[in-house]
Each structure stands twice: as structure tokens, then as C-alpha cells.
């Protein structure tokens, strides 16, 4: 983003927010689960218990807004931290497959699409998350590695 009048602006972009609540939720020792369903309310406002089905059917809602993805995952769009969270979330919700058909179906990203490519890094991340291959405490550092700017 360009300075205005010379003044710099340092303002953290919405993927660093994304990487800086997984830093936080990660340092409570969170279970992966639990640790994604936090993620989903905090960057996606999907509620926990069964509301959270209802609020992913709708798309989660924008929490914050803005950009700092990298260019294959930026659709343009400033709710990728939105669709981030709550692709991360679907497979505790709805399992593997049916999370992936469901994405597919609903969202209709082509997997060559910022979104699709945006989808599967979330895939990614959760599953990894949930295999015990990725800990928690280190999701955050995952997404400025992966998906952020």
C-alpha cells in the first residue's frame, strides 16, 4: 500500500492478524480441534456448538478485513481470512470428504482460482493441524510461511 504524505503505515495486514490470533489461541495449549474451532469463531465468526454448522452453510462473516495474502492466493476480495478460517474448520465439522465436496459444490473454486489454491493451503494446514504433524503453538508461524506476504 502506498504512503499517504509521507506517513508510513504500519498497520498489520489481515493475513498477519489471521497469523497473530493463531499465535495467541496457540499459546493456550488449545487441542488441535478446539484450536481450529477457535480460529473459526475468531477470524470467521463461526460460534461454537451446533450454531457453527448454520454459520458455515452461510459463509462465516468477515471479523476483519483486508489483504497480505500472496498473489496466488489474493482474490482481490478482503475476506480471505474469512474463507481461510472457515475452509480450516469445515473438515472438524463436516470430515474430510464431505468438507471437500462441499467446498467444490458450494464456493465452486476451480482448483487453478486464488480461491481454489486459497482452499487447499487451508485444507492443508488443518489436516496437518489434526494429523499431529503441525503443532498448534506453531500454526501462526505456518501461515506467514504458507499463505501470507
Known amino acids: 500500500m502506498p504512503e499517504a504524505y509521507g506517513v508510513q503505515n504500519d498497520a498489520p495486514s489481515a493475513a498477519e492478524h489471521l497469523a497473530r490470533i493463531a499465535d495467541r489461541l496457540g499459546a ?53 481470512v474469512r474463507h481461510f478460517a472457515g475452509v480450516a474448520v469445515s473438515p472438524v465439522l463436516l470430515g474430510d470428504p464431505l468438507a471437500s465436496l462441499a467446498h467444490r459444490w458450494a464456493l465452486r473454486d476451480a482448483p487453478d482460482t486464488p480461491d481454489g489454491r486459497l482452499s487447499e493451503q487451508a485444507f492443508r494446514f488443518s489436516k496437518q493441524l489434526r494429523a499431529g504433524s503441525l503443532a498448534p503453538h506453531l500454526a501462526g508461524a505456518w501461515i506467514r510461511e504458507h499463505v501470507a506476504e
Not at 37 to 46: K, Y
Open 28 to 80: 493456550r495449549g488449545l487441542p488441535p480441534r478446539r484450536f481450529l474451532r477457535a480460529l473459526a469463531w475468531n477470524c470467521a465468526g463461526i460460534r461454537p456448538g451446533l450454531v457453527g454448522y448454520l454459520d458455515l452453510a452461510r459463509g462465516g462473516r468477515n471479523r476483519f478485513l483486508g489483504h497480505g495474502f500472496r498473489a496466488r492466493f489474493d482474490d482481490g476480495t478482503d475476506g480471505q
